[in-house]
């Protein structure tokens, strides 16, 4: 079965500091990986997404993520953390059937909240 | 696009009270998943539809729970009776099986009493 594991419950950062959420995952196969962002009273925000294909892709707000196969893992980065950035950030993964097409159920980590200082 | 709706928002209720949670699904979306999001124990999948099918439902957490989808267009999650420890915020999502991306609505924050 797959799993995902976030290392950090919480970090912080001061505004304009970059910024790196680690995301370790278990899986035998090539997956579907996701970073998702959960301010304080809202639904889970689809940040980015990684299918196939480039390994460094690009998402909302100026976030990026990059797929390491060797080390399991999808680790999302931001060059300069604003204000507004402070949130709650789940790292999810899916997996493929024989046809290509998601089994559709994710499997999301514990969450890594993110404090932003002035 | 409407996105997810969800609904009520907010529900408070007494210990051994029906409540019925309610989803509207993005349209073409062919999946539905209900979660449960509470400190203690994160995000929880409860259940999920394909096609309105049932396919999972090994996270729902008593028999108190039951959930349908009679239409591609609507879902109700059910708690009867309910019990202060169904506290939680109970988020639906949908998504197109071929892409695996949810999309999440804004939750139904649930206080039993």
């Known amino acids: 079965a797959q799993s995902v594991t976030q290392p950090d419950i919480h970090i912080t950062v001061s505004e304009g500091a970059s910024l790196e959420l680690r995301c370790n995952y278990s899986?035998?196969?090539?997956?579907?990986l996701f970073w998702y962002v959960q301010s304080p009273g809202q639904g889970l925000q689809l940040l980015l997404k990684y299918f196939s294909g480039d390994t460094l892709v690009q998402g909302i707000k100026g976030f990026e993520a990059e797929f390491k196969r060797s080390q399991s893992s999808f680790n999302l980065r931001k060059p300069s953390v604003h204000w507004s950035d402070a949130a709650e950030y789940f790292c999810?993964?899916?997996?493929?059937?024989?046809?290509?097409?998601?089994?559709?159920?994710?499997?999301f980590g514990q969450g890594t909240i993110l404090t932003v200082h002035p | 696009d409407a996105g997810v709706i969800q609904s009520p928002r907010h529900e408070v209720t007494e210990m051994g009270q029906e409540v019925t949670l309610r989803c509207k699904p993005i349209s073409g979306h062919n999946s539905l998943f209900w979660y449960r999001q509470t400190m203690m124990r994160g995000l929880e999948l409860l259940i999920y539809?394909?096609?309105?099918?049932?396919?999972?439902d090994s996270g729902m957490p008593e028999d108190r729970f039951s959930a349908k989808m009679p239409n591609a267009s609507f879902s109700t999650l059910k708690i009867q009776p309910s019990e202060p420890r169904d506290s939680a915020v109970y988020f639906c999502?949908?998504?197109?099986?071929?892409?695996?991306?949810?999309?999440f609505g804004p939750g139904t924050r649930l206080t039993v009493t």
């Open positions: 899986y035998g196969a090539t997956p579907y």
């Open positions: 999810a993964v899916g997996r493929y059937n024989a046809g290509g097409t998601s089994y559709g159920k994710l499997t």
């Open positions: 999502a949908s998504s197109t099986r071929a892409a695996g991306e949810q999309y």
């Open positions: 539809f394909n096609n309105n099918v049932p396919i999972d």
